[in-house]
């Protein structure tokens, strides 16, 4: 495969195939482990992620990349293949989270900064030995207007971060998957989540430029907008469609390689309802696909639910998911098709 970062970024958002987010941190896919009564452990986790990077038919036909966290990156499967060459074989590309994840910032109660910055040179030139071509991290910025969150210092922070981690990713050869994620776990309406969606791109591009990102060789991983889940609406897929639409193109410049949604805590139905809904207004000028984690995650751990018995059908239910997820990528889901499987 080619090694330009225009080449690889557009392999990442290929026709109909989208990212596999496996690279929940160790608290995080112990909260998922938790919820199926699975213990996590080196090995459970490691049975886990092989079950769904040897899912030959999701693999080959729907995910183009999976992020991985710096434990699978390392991981050897039980008969001793590198996870990462199970997934090479399946013509996906081993991408890697290389943020240190979000912690309180200083002054600004409620607002988070995303850490990692120290020594990320170095991080990215062994990730790229171990054969990540992509890399991602996350901002997140929550939202309680009352409370004055997100500050601007909480965006133009982030922002910062963001636009330096995707320099040192483009030096080192590795497409950076910017993430700033405005949270939809607030009690706010769908027009604020627009309107703090909006000044957090805004900010990101500015830092992008100033960094001398080039954008071709970046993806953009961005929320939908909707509004918070606390207030109680579920916005339809056509005004998230609308809406989105009209925020990226005000903000994000057709000149990205590309962009792979998160779910944030939709239902995996949801999810895929609203990418559908925002390709099927096209054509766009960028290519918009899937990035998800728990959207694409949650049926097949429930599925697996820690047995080698359910291997199968947990493959199952991840093909399912992904090939739903295929369609909605190119603006071809019907519901109909979630009651047909
Ligand atoms: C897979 O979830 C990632 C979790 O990261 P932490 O364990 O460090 O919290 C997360 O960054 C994820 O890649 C994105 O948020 C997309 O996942 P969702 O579940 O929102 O689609």
Known sequence: MSERLEDIAAAMVA?????????ESSGTIKKRFDVIGVESTADSRRDYREMMFRAKEAMTRYISGVILYDETIRQK??????????????GAIPGIKVDAGAKPLAGYPGDTITEGLDGLRERLADYYTLGARFAKWRAVIDIDVAKGVPSATSIGSNAHALARYAALCQEAGIVPIVEPEVLMDGAHDIGTCYEISKATLTKLYTELYAARVVLEG?????????????????????????????????????????????????????????????????????????????????????????????????????????????LAALGKWQPELEQAA
């Open 218 to 326: 970046t993806i953009l991983k961005p929320n939908m907008v909707l509004a918070g889940k606390k207030s109680g609406n579920t916005s339809s897929p056509e005004e998230v469609a609308e809406k989105t639409i009209k925020l990226f193109r005000e903000t994000v410049p057709a000149a990205i390689g590309g962009i792979a949604f998160l779910s944030g805590g939709q239902s995996d139905e949801e999810a895929t309802a609203n990418l559908n809904a925002i390709n099927a207004i096209g054509p766009h000028p960028w290519k918009l696909t899937f990035s998800y984690g728990r959207a694409l995650q949650a049926a097949p751990q429930k599925a697996w639910s820690g047995k080698a018995a359910n291997v199968a059908a947990a493959q199952a239910a991840f093909a399912h998911r992904a090939q739903m997820n295929h």
């Open 15 to 23: 026709d109909g195939k989208g990212l596999l987010a496996a690279d």
């Open 77 to 90: 499967a039980a008969d001793g293949t590198p996870l990462v060459d199970i997934i090479k074989a399946t």
